[in-house]
């Protein structure tokens, strides 16, 4: 079984390793329900707690999914979805942060997961258009009312967290963080560590990059997020393979596998940090699993953090309109 830790001063605590549902209806190929819920089953099975959707993902299709997975098992898991965001035929159409909004969004996903609260309701993207204090009010008004448990803040930069936490508190930030994307560390991590709140890195495996098992951009079919991810393309790709040999290396010297390494150097970056790997294959989740019980000496950090530098690692994480998102 997974052990747990803290997210805030709060009292919201989770399994060390979370599950990023989004894969399971987006993004990344085919979509197998029957496989996905086995999955979802696997992981309340083996200790996993927390389980990350959000409205976007479909969108709406895998807070829907959750909700049937977990319906008869909704006390054994810490749910987390977000908002911020109008959606018209399907689609993205713009970030929403306004105070009826959010009532309406959290509405909605209540009604597709199937359940009377939200553990862990984050802001998607920060809206510049909305003061985050009213974002932060907006949330805690839905907590004092039970439809919320506690708040979160998606890739939200630190003018915002110190500003949403002063209005309310914050338990836990997400955001990408992993050994090719070290953004956080200069001053985010630092931030959060002062306040006292939580990171629940996505993408920890660097959208598989890290697991070594990648194949160019263009091998990936139109409909996968890869295909369109720069550090996947050309010469981007060549450099990053290289950078990520030590990894295969380090997991060669543990008998593990080089996803595991991968997640162990997140797990040992501080007890505050909850990863939320993504899957919807049990085998793989099985093996994130297991990544807690890798344990990493100093000088196996110290050449994982040397060799994945940000330095060495090319190409920036998103596009150009997806990076504009990002509140930095």
Same mark, same amino acid.
């Given at each position: 079984?997974?052990?747990?830790?803290?997210?805030?001063?709060?009292?919201?605590?989770?399994?060390?390793?979370?599950?990023?549902?989004?894969?399971?209806?987006?993004?990344?190929?085919?979509?197998?329900?029957?496989?996905?819920?086995?999955?979802?089953?696997?992981?309340?099975?083996?200790?996993?707690?927390?389980?990350?959707?959000?409205?976007?993902?479909?969108?709406?299709?895998?807070?829907?999914?959750?909700?049937?997975?977990?319906?008869?098992?909704?006390?054994?898991?810490?749910?987390?979805?977000?908002?911020?965001?109008?959606?018209?035929?399907?689609?993205?159409?713009?970030?929403?942060?306004?105070?009826?909004?959010?009532?309406?969004?959290?509405?909605?996903?209540?009604?597709?997961?199937?359940?009377?609260?939200?553990?862990?309701?984050?802001?998607?993207?920060?809206?510049?258009?909305?003061?985050?204090?009213? %974002? #932060?009010? @907006?949330?805690?008004?839905?907590?004092? +009312?039970?439809? &919320?448990?506690?708040? !979160?803040?998606?890739?939200?930069?630190?003018?915002?967290?110190?500003?949403?936490?002063?209005?309310?508190?914050?338990?836990?930030?997400?955001?990408?963080?992993?050994?090719?994307?070290?953004?956080?560390?200069?001053?985010?991590?630092?931030?959060?560590?002062?306040?006292?709140?939580?990171?629940?890195?996505?993408?920890?495996?660097?959208?598989?990059?890290?697991?070594?098992?990648?194949?160019?951009?263009?091998?990936?079919?139109?409909?996968?997020?890869?295909?369109?991810?720069?550090?996947?393309?050309?010469?981007?790709?060549?450099?990053?393979?290289?950078?990520?040999?030590?990894?295969?290396?380090?997991?060669?010297?543990?008998?593990?596998?080089?996803?595991? %390494? #991968?997640? @162990?150097?997140?797990?040992?970056?501080? +007890?505050?940090? &909850?990863?939320?790997? !993504?899957?919807?294959?049990?085998?793989?989740?099985?093996?994130?699993?297991?990544?807690?019980?890798?344990?990493?000496?100093?000088?196996?950090?110290?050449?994982?953090?040397?060799?994945?530098?940000?330095?060495?690692?090319?190409?920036?994480?998103?596009?150009?309109?997806?990076?504009?998102?990002?509140?930095?």
């Amino acid at each position: 079984m997974l052990p747990l830790r803290k997210l805030g001063s709060q009292g919201l605590e989770v399994s060390a390793i979370g599950l990023g549902c989004m894969g399971m209806s987006t993004s990344y190929g085919h979509a197998d329900e029957a496989e996905s819920i086995a999955t979802l089953h696997h992981a309340l099975d083996h200790g996993v707690t927390l389980f990350d959707t959000a409205a976007i993902y479909g969108p709406y299709a895998n807070e829907e999914l959750l909700g049937r997975a977990l319906k008869d098992r909704r006390e054994k898991a810490i749910v987390a979805t977000k908002f911020g965001y109008d959606i018209v035929d399907g689609r993205f159409a713009g970030l929403n942060g306004k105070p009826d909004n959010i009532r309406m969004a959290v509405e909605g996903s209540l009604r597709r997961l199937q359940t009377d609260h939200i553990d862990l309701f984050y802001q998607h993207r920060i809206d510049p258009n909305v003061p985050i204090e009213e %974002v #932060a009010g @907006a949330v805690g008004d839905l907590v004092r +009312e039970g439809k &919320v448990r506690f708040l !979160g803040l998606s890739e939200a930069g630190v003018a915002n967290i110190r500003r949403a936490h002063k209005t309310f508190p914050v338990s836990a930030v997400q955001s990408e963080y992993s050994l090719w994307e070290r953004s956080l560390e200069s001053e985010i991590i630092p931030a959060l560590r002062e306040l006292d709140i939580g990171l629940v890195p996505y993408s920890p495996l660097g959208r598989g990059f890290l697991t070594g098992a990648v194949k160019r951009a263009e091998d990936y079919p139109a409909t996968d997020f890869r295909h369109g991810d720069p550090r996947f393309q050309g010469e981007n790709f060549d450099a990053n393979v290289r950078a990520a040999q030590v990894i295969q290396d380090i997991a060669a010297e543990h008998g593990a596998k080089a996803g595991q %390494v #991968a997640i @162990a150097w997140l797990l040992h970056k501080g +007890e505050d940090i &909850v990863p939320i790997p !993504g899957t919807k294959r049990r085998s793989y989740l099985q093996d994130n699993i297991d990544a807690a019980r890798l344990r990493l000496d100093p000088g196996e950090v110290a050449r994982l953090d040397e060799a994945l530098d940000p330095s060495r690692v090319s190409g920036p994480r998103y596009t150009e309109a997806n990076m504009a998102l990002i509140d930095r």
